[in-house]
């Protein structure tokens, strides 16, 4: 399966953007899906940002210290979307930024984010923050 993102652009700094992530050619069963956002700069490795854990494992969300108090990962009432609104913006949060999806329900852990266990992902959408 693949997503399609949306919501990227370009935003001063202290602006907001509202990223959104719908599944396409399959069902985004988040009873079993882990899901996560995940950004890439240039010239950086892709990082994770953050993690919502499957609902079988609780359903808990994971943030990156760098994301904690101003991401928020959230579900669609469709359940086919995931949206990731993004507040306080900064210059450093420039990236391009995907969705994934993990149907082993993995993915998410205390100590982090593991691109690894991610199998369908999205095309991507920059998010420049600029002034």
């Known amino acids: 399966g693949q997503f399609v993102e949306s919501g990227g652009g370009l935003v001063q700094p202290g602006g907001s953007l509202s990223l959104s992530c719908e599944a396409s050619?399959?069902?985004?069963?988040?009873?079993?899906?882990?899901i996560a956002w995940f950004r890439q700069a240039p010239g950086k490795e892709r990082e994770g940002v953050v993690c919502m854990y499957s609902k079988v494992s609780g359903g808990a969300t994971y943030y990156v210290d760098s994301a904690k108090g101003r991401f928020t990962i959230t579900r669609g009432n469709n359940k086919n979307t995931v949206y990731l609104q993004m507040n306080s913006l900064k210059p450093e949060d420039t990236a391009v930024y995907y969705c994934?999806?993990?149907?082993?329900?993995?993915?998410?852990?205390?100590?982090?984010?593991?691109?690894?266990?991610?199998?369908?992902w999205g095309q991507g959408t920059q998010v420049t923050v600029s002034s």
């Open positions: 050619g399959f069902t985004l069963d988040l009873d079993y899906y882990a």
């Open positions: 994934a999806a993990a149907d082993s329900g993995y993915g998410c852990y205390s100590q982090g984010i593991n691109k690894l266990d991610f199998d369908s």
